[in-house]
């Protein structure tokens, strides 16, 4: 049986600054809850239809209508869970570094955060204004891959200014990425969905690349973001 403090705590987390007041975050889906409990992130509860055999104390069997009373999707899916933020651990400057500038669709960001963990990028560091990690739409998209990517929220023109890894940017009007020498280590920059990488960001990078257009026609305006993230770190992997 829900209780009405567990109702108002789980409907919070809706809200960023609820996840940052408790350290909390919201995972929906039995698939993706059972990858996170293999993981090193901590269950504080979790609510299902159906009992996973876990500590008792966590584990709270609820009906379907109450897991509609605190899911955040149209059709819930069995189980939903939160677990805690964790702390971000240092940037590691040895590898690919994949940095996000303003970026604002959730989706695009779990999509990103699933790619870094395919193509082995260990730290994706955002800018303050990318939006959250922890948003219930970006975890979902996620599908799991957000236990295994180091996600880090900082100043980017300030971290920027003091990394000694060379700076590639993805533009629109940049060097082809086919024809470019890419590194084993450095800094891919990818900007906001509308506007691209901001005045102040695209100054500090050493590199400007792009992905070149095929078509006859050319009528394409641009690449989603997330689609050219996957194109530019198969080209930085190729290697």
Known sequence: ????????????LK???YRLLHGLFVVEGVKT????LQSKLKLYSLYTTESFNIDAKKENLISESEL??????????KALAVFRIPDAQPINDSNLILALDELQDPGNLGTIIRLCDWFGIRDLVCSKATVDCYNPKVIQATMGSISRVNISYVDLSD???KTKLPIFGAFMDGDSVYKSSL?????????????GISHEIKSL????????????IQATESLNVAMATAILLSEFKRG
């Open 205 to 216: 990078t050493n590199e400007r690349i792009s992905i070149p257009r095929f078509g006859n």
């Open 33 to 36: 809850i059972q990858e996170l």
């Open 15 to 17: 809200q960023k600054k």
């Open 68 to 77: 509609k009373r605190i899911s955040f999707l149209k059709t819930p899916n």
């Open 1 to 12: 049986m829900l209780s009405k403090s567990q109702v108002k705590l789980i409907t919070s």
């Open 183 to 195: 590194p084993e280590k450095g800094i891919l920059v990818m900007g906001n969905e509308g506007n």
């Open 159 to 161: 971290y920027l200014k």
